[in-house]
């Protein structure tokens, strides 16, 4: 048998009890004959709990000793989960991001995993030992720690399997698998039993909540085989791999919506060729994630642009372009939040022009005003009022004929 | 001017407001111009909580991930006091043991200190940093986190003293200073304002609570220059330092007690040579500290051994000894708990050998019964019933004239 590396949220190790209930499946996998290599999170509110007590000491905590703070989180479950593991008589080695070669570059709260040096694990592994990684984590050239930002922990786990090259990488989570919607928001959605990696990948960045976009870009690249499963049963999940290898490719695969977007407008912007060049490098620099991007027509003096940013970095946008002023010339900079995005993904989308039509008709039908539109080859994207959003994904589920069981579909 | 290293341990750093007032005196101390490095432990009772989590986890926790679980403890610390500091417009860098070069053997749970490397706190410190060191920590020659064990902080505080060089060594702790006695105890104890290594290292190994016995130890050794002084106010604290730079020697400086004492017999034993050392070297390899030992006289064909240990380690000891039984061949093995230790420790004792008469018979007249006696240069020990180990401290505090001040007799 080969290595599979399995990842636990945060919430699936929020208590003593649930660790155990970890352990037992851990050692499941064990017993089947795998090397396995576990990567966890912090225990449930334990991030937040950090937080807060960050935020009473600095009004802007600094990104570097944020990280220091952070990171003890995961640090306590990996500690936790091999003492579960050594109660019943396994061998465990816990390893923080360091000691797992987890090597980052140096940007503080939001690094990005450079390599990975597999050799202490590999190790272990031949020894008999179940390796616990300390997700979300890793170490910068200059031996400072870093993180990989919230949802990190699952760009641990795949960037583990693809250096281990690893059988497969089993996101467990606290949902069963990854829906055509959100059930929360829309009650008629199914489970999918599989998806592509580019489809996941359009849902991840839209807010499925379920897989971090970089773990899916990072397995699509290293052809990670992921399956995203529920921790609290034993239902099949969902696996997500290759497009080719699937049966069948529908229209509009799913749902997605993101309830935290803010919207910054940028008018009277001079016409010039360096302008938006020099807006956006800023943002870049300031490691501010840009989404979606939308110009006035160009033929003008003067343009106007407009762009949306996660909710949590509008008023950090917003400073950036405030700084900016001198510099470009602008003459007003309005921000906008309460909104949200909704989107339709699907790989056969490319082929089938209709569906942003009926996209737009099935939002405008409904009341729903479009703030800002952006589309790819797999997906559409609507900005809209957050407070229409719940609407939004029920009716765009029912439009597009998702409320049908897709299981049935996919194994027609 | 030089380097100041300065220790707060966890009631110091036990609430945000408090580590925000660490904060101010730290900031204190490099406004005078003083390179900074100052060493924490775990806020007040985080340890204990995170004992209490492992042990809902494991009945005997593995002492490796004890270590991990642990540190955790203090890097939190680390990475606040930080932010605090930073919050004040100053330069911190917070570092764990392992960032802060700090080599240990690979006894978890008790490991020992090998060697610091300073290369890189003395970079920071050049670059106008004030360098905050996770306490109690340090990395493996296998690059596993270690701990020092509990009071490890002071350990690691002198350590780094002795490694940068620096001036001098401040404890900040909860109490004003060293006192003849704890006052908690006898109420009639007064501060000394000096104490020699010698002294301070009897008084920390007899369980005076304010320094832990190797960071005396490792002061003594590397000629540390340390201050025991609260956190909390602005008191004069009291100076460790050499016995010949001291004005005057008394007979007896202190009065120190112990209230978590164990005493175990082994019944029986054949009297031949290697009994005792296989008995001790065993107990050693299980990193069990024996403190006193008492023989019954070796001209029979059997003899008998008692000594005594912190009660944590009663039954462990006893474990270890009954695993012996067929090698050693004993009859017998005993344990008693529920015992104290009190001490007499004075840098005069040895030139006055009246001092072991005065305290039997001031123990004896207060009806107090000694059940194991030991003595050195400069102190000397008897267990006695815990129950009557307060009536003990006061009465021998009396009867070395300690009750007096004792600063007026120093500076006479």
């Known amino acids: 048998m080969g290595i599979v590396v399995q990842k636990f949220g945060g919430t699936s190790v929020g208590s003593v009890e649930r660790i155990q209930k970890v352990a037992e499946r851990v050692a499941q996998a064990h017993a089947k ?13 334990t991030t937040d709990e950090l937080v807060s007590l960050a935020k009473q000491m600095s009004d802007h ?5 944020m990280d220091v703070l952070l990171t003890t989180g995961e640090q306590v479950t990996i500690a936790l989960l091999s003492m579960a593991l050594m109660q019943k008589g396994l061998q465990a080695h816990p390893m923080t991001g360091w000691q797992a070669g987890i090597h980052t570059d140096a940007i503080h709260g939001k690094a990005r995993i450079d390599h990975i040096d597999p050799n ?19 170490i910068s050239p200059d031996g400072e ?3 990989l930002g919230r949802g990190g922990s699952d760009t641990t786990a795949v960037a583990l399997a693809a250096s281990l090259k690893a059988e497969r990488c089993e ?5 069963t698998g990854v829906y055509t919607a959100d059930p929360r928001i829309a009650p008629q959605a199914s489970k999918l039993t599989e998806i592509s990696y580019e489809e996941m990948l359009e849902l991840a960045n839209l807010g499925a909540g379920v897989l971090h976009p970089r773990s899916v870009e990072c397995a699509m690249t290293h052809q990670v085989q992921l399956v ?19 049966e069948e490719e529908m229209n509009v695969r799913g749902v997605a919506h993101d309830l935290h977007v803010a919207r910054i407008k940028v008018l009277g912007l001079p016409n010039q060729s360096e302008t938006l060049s020099t807006l956006f490098t800023r943002l870049s620099e300031a490691t501010i994630n840009v989404d979606m991007i939308v110009t006035s027509e160009h033929e003008q003096e003067r343009i106007s642009v407009a762009f949306s940013v996660h909710e949590e970095e509008g008023d950090k946008a917003r400073e950036v372009i405030l700084q900016l002023q001198d510099e470009l010339g602008y003459q007003d900079v309005i ?23 009926r996209m737009f008709n099935t939002l405008s039908e409904a009341g729903i005003k479009i703030k800002m539109v952006s589309t ?33 579909l996919l194994e027609a």
């Open 335 to 357: 921000s906008e939040t309460g909104l949200a995005k909704v989107s339709t993904v699907g790989a056969g989308m490319v082929t089938n022009p209709g569906v942003a039509a």
């Open 61 to 65: 905590p600094p990104e570097r000793e």
């Open 145 to 147: 720690i870093t993180t």
């Open 228 to 246: 995203v499963r529920s921790s609290f049963c034993e239902e099949d999940g969902t696996m997500v791999k290759e497009a080719g290898q699937m």
């Open 376 to 408: 790819s080859e797999i997906k559409i994207s609507c900005v809209i009022p957050r407070d229409q959003a719940q609407q939004a994904v029920r009716t765009l589920h029912t439009a597009f004929g998702l409320d049908a069981k897709h299981e049935v």
């Open 171 to 175: 996101i467990y989570t606290d949902v």
């Open 120 to 138: 202490k694990i590999k190790k272990c592994l031949d020894a008999g030992e179940i390796v616990i990684v300390a997700g979300f984590q890793g």
């Open 33 to 45: 004959g795998n090397q396995v290599v576990v990567t966890v999170s912090a225990m449930g509110k």
